[in-house]
């Protein structure tokens, strides 16, 4: 029972930690404040319990750290699936794609183009800030329209709530 427990709170631990550094990294300091507060409260609990009787009971640092390896990989796929922030995609078109702007604003996207000179050839550079879990539509929706679009993406900080 002790070992159920101890990898339970470790990887409760975890996840909840990389999920910290996340909200943190996308602005919301008082939510990673409250995650630091659970992830403590397990931080502690796990660990005396690994740290009693310890030269008796090896497989209690096993356990621990397998509580640990699982929680981070909990926790980043829970990250994946809230995908937290937002993405500022940068795409690359030839000139030529006129009607990919207009097809991305008809998505409700807002679109910045900027026109662009490649050696010879002039280019529309479109830039658009989504929600992270709006990210993989709108890249589907570019290369639908232009399969050799460049496309950028970076993390975009927004304050707003």
């Known amino acids: 029972m002790t070992y159920l427990f101890i990898f339970s709170l470790k990887i409760v631990e975890n996840a909840l ?18 995650l630091n507060f659970l992830m403590s409260f ?14 008796k009971d090896p497989l209690k640092i096993l356990i621990y750290s397998l509580g640990t390896f699982l929680g981070s990989y909990l926790g980043s796929l829970i990250e994946e699936k809230l995908a937290l922030g937002s ?16 097809k991305i604003r008809e998505q409700n996207y807002p679109v910045i183009e900027l026109l662009g000179k490649e050696l010879e050839n002039e280019k529309n550079i479109l830039l ?10 709108i890249i589907h929706l570019i290369k639908r329209i232009d399969r050799h679009a460049t496309i950028i993406i970076d993390n975009a900080y927004s304050d707003t709530k």
């Open 17 to 34: 930690a990389t999920l910290r550094i996340i909200v943190i990294a996308n602005g919301k300091k008082f939510l990673g404040a409250f």
């Open 128 to 137: 658009i800030t989504t929600t992270r879990k709006r990210k993989r539509k």
């Open 87 to 102: 993405n500022m995609i940068i795409a690359i078109t030839d000139q030529e794609k006129e009607k990919l702007p207009q």
């Open 42 to 55: 397990s931080w502690i609990f796990s660990t005396s319990l690994v740290i009693i009787d310890i030269q």
